[in-house]
T-cell receptor, first 109, second 112 residues
Framework: EDQVTQSPEALRLQEGESSSLNCSYT??????LFWYRQDPGKGPEFLFT???AGEEKEKERLKATLTKKESFLHITAPKPEDSATYLC??????????FGPGTRLSVLP | SQTIHQWPATLVQPVGSPLSLECTVE??????LYWYRQAAGRGLQLLFY??????ISSEVPQNLSASRPQDRQFILSSKKLLLSDSGFYLC???????????FGDGTRLSIL
């Protein structure tokens, strides 16, 4: 059965304090790994797609990396506006996506 | 560009009442469409997905149903709501293989 876990469950950072979020997955035949940002009361907003081990993507203060078992979302010098829940999802066979429970990030000024 | 609309944004319904949530996508053709439910502080639970008009796959047995009467319209329904149906309902679309999903802003459903 395809599974996705994320850690930590919640993370509090001071503004400018860099850190990483982890997404571990167990799938048979990864077709894509996706990172989303979700603000309270809103739908998830797409950030990155990673397809193969060793791949990296960057956007502003965020950088996503992928290995054969996990993905990291690195946040460099975060700002309070980066506070959100970050979701990871994988797509294996078929049309379905499996989501992790998310990491709730708070960046304090 | 593609956009996705969900309505209503919030809904309060009594137990036993019917439900109809609507989702429409603009700017694309033949998308795959999805309904998810998200409980507070938890991940997304896939409820239904559709790869075409009239084609619905159900992932979780429950008192909800879905229909796709038009290419870019996806409807979530129930004949009689239960307290356990409360939650945040999200519609999403994707197109092409191995492409990300894109989500609407969701419907917050409260059952009294």
């Amino acid at each position: 059965e395809d599974q996705v876990t994320q850690s930590p469950e919640a993370l509090r950072l001071q503004e400018g304090e860099s850190s990483s979020l982890n997404c571990s997955y167990t799938v048979s035949g990864l077709r894509g790994l996706f990172w989303y940002r979700q603000d309270p009361g809103k739908g998830p907003e797409f950030l990155f797609t990673l397809y193969s081990a060793g791949e990296e993507k960057e956007k502003e203060r965020l950088k996503a990396t992928l290995t054969k078992k996990e993905s990291f979302l690195h946040i460099t010098a975060p700002k309070p506006e980066d506070s959100a829940t970050y979701l990871c999802a994988v797509q294996a066979g078929g049309q379905n996506f499996v989501f992790g429970p998310g990491t709730r990030l708070s960046v304090l000024p | 560009s593609q956009t996705i609309h969900q309505w209503p944004a919030t809904l309060v319904q009594p137990v036993g009442s019917p439900l109809s949530l609507e989702c429409t996508v603009e700017g694309t053709s033949n998308p795959n469409l999805y309904w998810y439910r998200q409980a507070a502080g938890r991940g997304l639970q896939l409820l239904f997905y559709s790869v075409g008009i009239g084609q619905i796959s159900s992932e979780v047995p429950q008192n909800l149903s879905a229909s796709r009467p038009q290419d870019r319209q996806f409807i979530l329904s129930s004949k009689k709501l239960l307290l356990s149906d409360s939650g945040f309902y999200l519609c999403a679309w994707t197109i092409g293989r191995n492409q990300p999903q894109h989500f609407g802003d969701g419907t917050r459903l409260s059952i009294l």
